[in-house]
């Protein structure tokens, strides 16, 4: 008698799934570590770079603006040959390009390897979403997602505690600051290498055969690997800007860049927030901002399968934006009051955070999902490339209070795009979306469903 088998979506979660997950956040870990400890590096190699102020907003940007670039040109690249190749081997390119950067002697240099890592990272951040994603259950896909954005909180928070340590061992601090993050990747470059592509991948490619293989062999028998179904061979970018999908690669850029301005150029710069402030101690201040971020990202995942995915952007966008408001209105009340109120809009951004790493693949199809990601990902990081260059600029020129007030505005951007546009895509079927073309007619149709 034969066993009606599982569908592949459906699956129970098993230690495969969550091994997926955890190498997945390689790439996550190394980028907080890398975007989190520049502050630091950029203060103590001040001297010894001869740097200027245009070249630390260039230095703290530069990784950001490498991560727009390869997040642009690997997602095509991605939807052709899949998500394994590049996902095995990115962070050997990291943790190379991280030893090198030890042994720089002008800015310049250290300029260009930071782009390079910016690149390697955007790859990554393709690769690592759409890959995870792809083999997630629905039902769990949130929280493994959600494992993405714990190692990215946990990176920068471990780099802000790892420059504080490393800030009194000699003038050549900063170079071992640099060095520190090519030993995550390189340790986890080995545990990639086992991990299989996406059965949902394959089978829109016509290799059923492998992809029956996988989902045997690491999910179980009795789970059936994904339904064949449409390819879409007029891929690229420009079918994402088509009537079909404009709508939603649109609300995958606007929710990300919305999310990533005020919190790359608050974050990276949150003892200089603090000092505008005038809170004595703003290393301390710094450090508890980081501890938020740990926190918020943690219940970020806790939370992110348990309620719609449009009432967490949505809810978080309008939270933040008061709680930013809050401290351009009382700061100057209390410096205890001007940090918890700092603290806890990183708490509710990092929570939030979990959604660009959770929404994005959910929004595409399998022919067009690492492009739609890397889209998104492009656009935030341009985002937070620019506004972590014209933070300094800002606060010296107009005031830390007139940066702060651009920042909720771009919060409340973000609420209102989400209210009206962003489809529900918690429990939604990725081979669903694979077989049926959303156009904007449907998807008004869907959001005024789940409402």
Same mark, same amino acid.
């Given at each position: 008698m034969s066993t009606q088998q599982i569908a592949y979506e459906d699956a129970p979660l098993t230690r495969f799934h969550i091994r997926v997950a955890v190498a997945g956040t390689g790439g996550q870990f190394s980028d907080g570590f890398v975007l989190g400890i520049v502050g630091i590096v950029l203060a103590s190699a001040t001297a010894a770079l001869h740097l200027t102020p245009l070249w630390i907003g260039l230095l703290g940007a530069a990784t950001l603006a490498g991560? +727009?670039?390869?997040?642009?040109?690997?997602?095509?690249?991605?939807?052709?040959?899949?998500?394994?190749?590049?996902?095995?081997?990115?962070?050997?390119a990291f943790g190379i390009l991280s030893a090198l950067q030890f042994f720089v002697q002008d800015a310049w240099q250290l300029l260009v390897l930071r782009l390079l890592l910016g690149i390697a990272l955007g790859a990554d951040y393709v690769v690592s979403k759409s890959l995870v994603t792809e083999h997630s259950p629905r039902h769990f896909r949130g929280r493994l997602m959600s494992f993405l954005a714990v190692a990215w909180a946990l990176g920068y928070v471990i780099a802000y505690l790892a420059g504080f340590l490393l800030s009194d061992i000699g003038p050549d601090a900063w170079r071992w600051m640099l060095l520190v993050s090519a030993a995550p990747a390189l340790i986890i470059f080995g545990f990639r290498l086992g991990v299989p592509e996406s059965p949902l991948w394959l089978t829109r490619?016509?290799?059923?055969?492998?992809?029956?293989?996988?989902?045997?062999?690491?999910?179980?028998?009795?789970?059936?690997?994904?339904?064949? *179904?449409?390819?879409? !061979?007029?891929? *690229?970018?420009?079918?994402? +800007?088509?009537?079909?999908?404009?709508?939603?690669t649109i609300v995958g850029a606007v929710f990300y860049v919305c999310q990533v301005i005020p919190y790359f150029a608050l974050g990276t710069f949150a003892p200089q927030v603090m000092e505008a402030l005038g809170v004595s101690g703003k290393l301390a201040a710094g450090a508890a901002y980081n501890v938020f971020l740990l926190v918020g990202a943690i219940v970020g995942m806790l939370i992110i399968d348990k309620i719609s995915r449009r009432a967490f952007l949505i809810g978080s966008f309008i939270l933040g934006a008061a709680l930013l408001a809050g401290l351009v209105l009382f700061a100057s009340v209390s410096p205890v009051l001007a940090?918890?109120?700092?603290?806890?809009?990183?708490?509710?951004?990092?929570?939030?955070?979990?959604?660009? +790493?959770?929404?994005?693949?959910?929004?595409?199809?399998?022919?067009?999902?690492?492009?739609?990601?890397?889209?998104?990902?492009?656009?935030?990081?341009?985002?937070?490339?620019?506004?972590?260059?014209?933070?300094?600029?800002?606060?010296?020129?107009?005031?830390?209070?007139?940066?702060?007030?651009?920042?909720?505005?771009?919060?409340?951007?973000?609420?209102?795009?989400?209210?009206?546009?962003?489809?529900?895509? !918690?429990?939604?079927?990725?081979?669903?979306?694979?077989?049926e073309i959303k156009t904007p007619e449907h998807t008004e149709r869907h959001r005024a469903a789940t409402h």
């Open positions: 991560l +727009f670039l390869g997040a642009i040109i690997t997602g095509p690249i991605a939807d052709r040959i899949g998500r394994r190749r590049i996902f095995g081997w990115d962070m050997l490619h016509g290799r059923l055969a492998e992809a029956a293989d996988v989902v045997r062999r690491h999910v179980g028998p009795n789970v059936a690997p994904p339904p064949t *179904g449409p390819v879409n !061979r007029s891929g *690229g970018f420009a079918i994402l +800007f088509s009537a079909q999908y404009r709508q939603r940090v918890v109120l700092f603290a806890s809009f990183a708490l509710v951004l990092s929570a939030a955070a979990n959604l660009e +790493f959770a929404y994005p693949p959910e929004l595409f199809p399998t022919e067009l999902r690492a492009s739609g990601v890397g889209v998104a990902t492009a656009s935030g990081r341009l985002g937070s490339a620019g506004s972590t260059f014209l933070l300094p600029v800002v606060v010296a020129g107009a005031g830390i209070d007139t940066a702060l007030t651009a920042c909720v505005a771009v919060l409340v951007i973000g609420a209102l795009v989400c209210w009206r546009w962003a489809p529900e895509t !918690r429990t939604e079927s990725l081979a669903a979306v694979d077989e």
